[in-house]
């Protein structure tokens, strides 16, 4: 018989006809004549059901005795059938014929509970699990629809270094490698050299790995995670928050779309996720402090705080996490607080240019606050985007550089931008695993890496 090779996706397209299908056993139940083989082939997972009398004895056996993440190749029959239970897609397979390609032996991991750091150890079997290939694949859609806004909206896709000479955000995480007889630092973020591609280019991207040696270990920091940074000549603060909102709801509504099945999976209420659409609320700095604070008083005197919905908020075990002081930067709580106000992800614009990064413009009437805005998810899950103005003036620049104590040698070419052709211009960072954490509604962004790094980890 010579049934075709196809995917569990397109099983649809085949229903009616023999087909073969190639993939590993991922769940088994059986009765009597009946062996049920949830197999899947990294498309889905397609319950195929073998017959006793369809197969033979020798072949039921084998099917039978199977162990879990064997290899194998099954050829049958498709039929659709919504109704019946376990079919995952509504598409089944009538074996009419199965070969093994590898036993697999011991599996270590089970239908039964496994412990974080089990799963962690064993992160390269764990991504065959269907949470976590259903958040690997949405994570794929959010980099896909990074690129395809970016690249339909003019901009073009600059690599920038990994290994740079200098810091950008901050000497305090900074990872330093040996760079022959000098050193070097993993990037922190690939801004400065899309600042000189600008001039080039006009709106550019760069796109990949940035390195952070976060001592803190909470739901979200990672030590390697991927951002994506567009930076854009002319454009001023308002401007940017206008391509920030287009370019997020994009990226949102493209994973709804492609992802539907992979949302329901992982049990998403996708309704929130729906809401994401131009404008998103835009809320200073300064304001942000008078709420947290007035937040921290009421929940201090036994008053429930409520979130946008009205519903309690969540997730804020003690009231002094609350506690702040204008001229600091926001910790997690104040981030999981503040986004329970609103429906949509929120800017907050405006932060203490003392504790953001040395290149952001100044407000020129206020110059302790900065043209800058983080954008924070909705959920409690908080900030997505950091993003500001630049400062285009040369002489502003380095004394800012100065006043970080900061080297001027490495950032010397950094600072000669400003002198042929300066103009205004802006970009942020999108973090991708705490975005695609929030779109798959995941508690900490260590499943939204496939390999990932954190304080604690560099295995496998
Ligand atoms: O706010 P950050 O540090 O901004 C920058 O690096 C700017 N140079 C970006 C720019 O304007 N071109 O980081 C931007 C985003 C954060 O909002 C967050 O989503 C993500 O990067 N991020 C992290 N994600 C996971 N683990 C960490 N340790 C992260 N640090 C930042
Ligand atoms: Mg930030």
Redesign the pocket.
Request: glycine share 16%.
């Given at each position: 018989m010579h049934a075709p090779i196809v995917s569990i996706a397109a099983l649809p397209q085949h229903v009616g006809q023999a087909v073969t299908l190639r993939g590993w056993l991922y769940n088994k139940t059986g009765k009597g004549k009946l062996a049920f083989l949830q197999v899947r082939d990294g498309t889905g997972i397609c319950q195929c059901v073998v017959f006793r009398p369809n197969v033979g004895d020798e072949i039921f056996a084998i099917a039978d005795k199977l162990p879990q993440e064997s290899s194998l190749i099954v050829t049958g029959a498709v039929r659709a059938d919504a109704r019946a239970p376990g079919v995952p897609g509504g598409y089944e397979l009538d074996v009419q014929s199965l070969e093994v390609v590898q036993r697999a032996e011991d599996y270590p991991i089970g239908p039964k509970e496994h412990g974080v750091e089990f799963l962690m150890d064993h992160r390269h079997l764990w991504i065959r699990s269907s949470r976590q290939w259903a958040v690997l694949r949405v994570r794929a859609t959010v980099m896909r629809a990074i690129r395809a806004w970016l690249d339909g909206h003019g901009f073009i896709e600059v690599s920038t270094p990994i290994l740079t000479p200098s810091a950008?955000?901050g000497t305090t995480n900074l990872f330093e490698v040996a760079y022959f007889d000098e050193k070097a630092y993993l990037a922190?973020?690939?801004?400065l050299y899309?600042e000189a591609n600008i001039f080039a280019f006009g709106r550019v991207y760069c796109f990949g790995p940035?390195f952070?040696a976060?001592k803190s270990k909470t739901r979200?920091?990672?030590?390697e995670?991927w951002?994506v940074?567009?930076?854009i000549a002319f454009c001023d603060l308002e401007q940017l928050l206008e391509i920030e909102e287009q370019f997020v709801s994009y990226v949102v509504q493209t994973c709804l779309r492609e992802n539907a099945n992979e949302l329901k999976l992982l049990g998403r209420d996708v309704g929130r996720l729906q809401r994401v659409a131009p404008p998103f609320p835009r809320i200073t700095y300064d304001d942000a402090v008078r709420t947290l604070q007035e937040m921290h008083v009421r929940m201090k005197a036994g008053e429930t705080v409520t979130a946008y919905d009205g519903t309690p908020l969540q997730g804020i075990e003690d009231p002094d996490l609350l506690r702040i002081e204008w001229g600091t930067d926001f910790g997690s709580p104040h981030e999981t607080a503040l986004t329970q106000l609103y429906d949509k992800p929120v800017f907050v614009t405006g932060f203490p240019s003392a504790v953001k990064?040395f290149y952001m413009e100044p407000y020129p009437d206020r110059p302790e606050v900065c043209k800058s805005a983080?954008?924070l998810a909705p959920e409690g899950y908080g900030?997505?985007?950091?993003?500001?103005e630049r400062i285009s003036d040369g002489a502003l620049l380095e004394r800012r550089i100065r006043e970080h104590g900061l080297p001027m040698e490495p950032y010397k070419w950094y600072v000669e931008l400003r002198k042929y052709g300066s103009v205004p211009h802006s970009?942020?960072?999108?973090?991708v695993?705490?975005?695609v954490a929030w779109i798959c509604g995941i508690e900490h962004?260590r499943e939204a890496s496939p390999f990932p790094r954190l304080l604690n980890r560099l295995y496998p």
């Open positions: 950008a955000e922190q973020t690939g801004q899309n940035t952070r976060e979200r920091h990672l030590t995670f951002m940074e567009p930076e990064a983080d954008l900030e997505i985007i950091g993003g500001s970009g942020f960072g999108l973090g695993e705490r975005t962004v």
